[in-house]
């Protein structure tokens, strides 16, 4: 039995030391100059004009959420889709639910109007 918690804790140690080490190599191996030339503000190779610290109005990120929900149901249904044939039917049935809950999820958004460009 203590057996399987000692795999258990190797992997564990492995996946923390997967995420701390190239976190730690980029530290170590970066440079650590610093001149007022690097901490100016980059903007496609140009020098900025203008403010260069503006704010976005809160549409712009529900335009952004609602393509990402949609580019990931779009993601989830594909292999769906393909294996449709071969699928039992409670695939079918969670796959029906998380439709509609899609469909739920855009009437909400559409009644609360955040779908109209300004």
Do not use: C, N
Request: proline content about 4%; hydrophobic content about 55%.
């Amino acid at each position: 039995m203590s057996d399987q918690y000692g795999f258990v804790v190797i992997f564990f140690l492995l996946t923390a030391a997967f995420a701390v080490a190239p976190v730690a190599l980029a530290w170590i191996l970066s440079p650590k100059k610093s001149s007022s030339r690097k901490r100016e503000t980059y903007e496609s190779g140009l020098r900025t004009f203008g403010k260069t610290w503006i704010e976005f109005k809160p549409q712009y990120y529900l335009y952004a959420l609602a393509y990402v929900v949609f580019g990931v149901e779009a993601v989830l249904l594909l292999p769906w889709a393909v294996a449709y044939a071969f699928l039992p039917f409670y695939a079918v049935a969670e796959a029906t639910l998380f439709l509609l809950l899609l469909g739920f999820g855009l009437v909400y958004v559409w009644k609360k109007g955040w779908l109209h460009w300004m």
